[in-house]
């Protein structure tokens, strides 16, 4: 089976390509990828080739995917402040980028599984965050995720297409960059611990996140595409480890070593309060899934860095 990524260069992509590589029931590992926040040097030293273009060209799109059995869908404008800044920009890669993709697949019957992400369900405050809850997205990220998800479920309802939409909660591992101004949280903290620099909290830091490891979540998307899972409506991808990102600093600061300065800075617009996710869903459909554990991985991470 040759199996194509789309945002294979990022962080969760290119961790992706690597597991897919790994495993002797796929042929060739395929990467598109425009390398606006992803990176070739990510897939160095691999077999998995990589195609620099965009998901908004759909010639490039249809000459891609005919060399594609399956294709994982992570293309996207990540990022909610990203989305505050230019909203248009995240609509256009999120949700068009998105059509694109699927018309592709359609064409030729090409299964598709898609990340789609828990700020979907926003203003929500209901925990565990379960599929059935209403969605209220607080973002333009948010909302235009939920286009992904609506997208390539519509997509399997209306042309008989095999389709898995999942919420990512948060993901961090290897490869998930610092270097930036929308960097994600735990790289963001351990850059800062690493390099003697305060870290900056927004709010009060007791609201949570339920992060999981990126080896977990590309095992789970790799054997959803060797198994063929579909699913017809959203399904999370995270366990329902809450944390408070002010345990999440202390936790960091005594696997790096260094003592944490802690500035808090003023709450962001845009972000949810609390997020945890129910995995019944997610253990149903992978009852083989384990996941690696927050400090086990926070460790590997902190290893990496
Ligand atoms: P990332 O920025 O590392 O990966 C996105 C990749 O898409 C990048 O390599 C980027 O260059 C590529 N890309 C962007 N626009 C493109 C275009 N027009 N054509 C082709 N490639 C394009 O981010 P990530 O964290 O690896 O996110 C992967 C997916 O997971 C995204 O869909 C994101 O919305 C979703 N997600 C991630 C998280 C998380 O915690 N990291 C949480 C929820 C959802």
Redesign the pocket.
């Known amino acids: 089976m040759n199996v194509l990524v789309?945002?294979?260069?990022?962080?969760?992509?290119?961790?992706l390509c690597q597991e897919l590589a790994s495993r002797p029931a796929v042929g060739k590992v395929i990467a598109?990828?425009?390398?606006?926040?992803?990176?070739a040097a990510?897939l160095a030293g691999t077999d998995v080739e990589l195609i620099e273009?965009?998901?908004?060209?759909p010639d490039l799109l249809e000459s891609v995917v005919a060399k594609a059995d399956a294709v994982v869908?992570?293309?996207?404008?990540?990022?909610v402040p990203r989305s505050l800044a230019d909203p248009v920009a995240s609509h256009?890669?999120?949700a068009t980028?998105t059509v694109y993709v699927l018309e592709a697949c359609r064409h030729r019957h090409i299964p598709v599984v898609?990340?789609?992400?828990?700020?979907v369900y926003g203003a929500v405050s209901v925990l565990p965050k379960h599929e059935e809850l209403p969605t209220q997205p607080l973002s333009p990220?948010a909302a235009s995720?939920l286009a992904?998800e609506s997208y390539v479920l519509a997509y399997g309802a209306s042309f008989d297409l095999r389709v898995l939409a999942f919420?990512?909660?948060?993901?961090?591992g290897p490869?998930?960059?610092a270097g930036h101004a929308y960097a994600?949280v735990i790289p963001a903290f351990i850059d800062a611990l690493l390099r003697g620099r305060p870290l900056r909290i927004f709010g009060d830091g007791l609201q949570t996140r339920d992060f999981?490891y990126?080896g977990t979540v590309v095992r789970v998307l790799a054997d959803a595409v060797l198994s063929k899972v579909t699913y017809p409506s959203p399904v999370n991808l995270a366990f329902g480890t809450r944390v408070p990102l002010i345990d999440l600093a202390q936790q960091l600061e005594e696997i790096v070593g260094s003592p944490a300065d802690i500035r808090h800075e003023e709450a962001r617009a845009g972000d949810v309060r609390h997020s945890q996710a129910a995995d019944g869903l997610l253990r149903g459909l992978f009852p083989d899934v384990d996941q690696v554990s927050l400090p086990r991985g926070l460790a590997e991470t902190v290893r990496w860095f």
């Open positions: 789309t945002g294979g260069a990022g962080f969760i992509g290119a961790n598109l990828d425009d390398l606006s926040t992803g990176s990510n273009g965009s998901i908004l060209d869908h992570l293309a996207a404008r990540p990022s256009n890669v999120n980028g898609a990340a789609s992400s828990s700020s990220y995720k992904t919420r990512f909660f948060n993901v961090y490869l998930q960059s994600a999981t990126v």
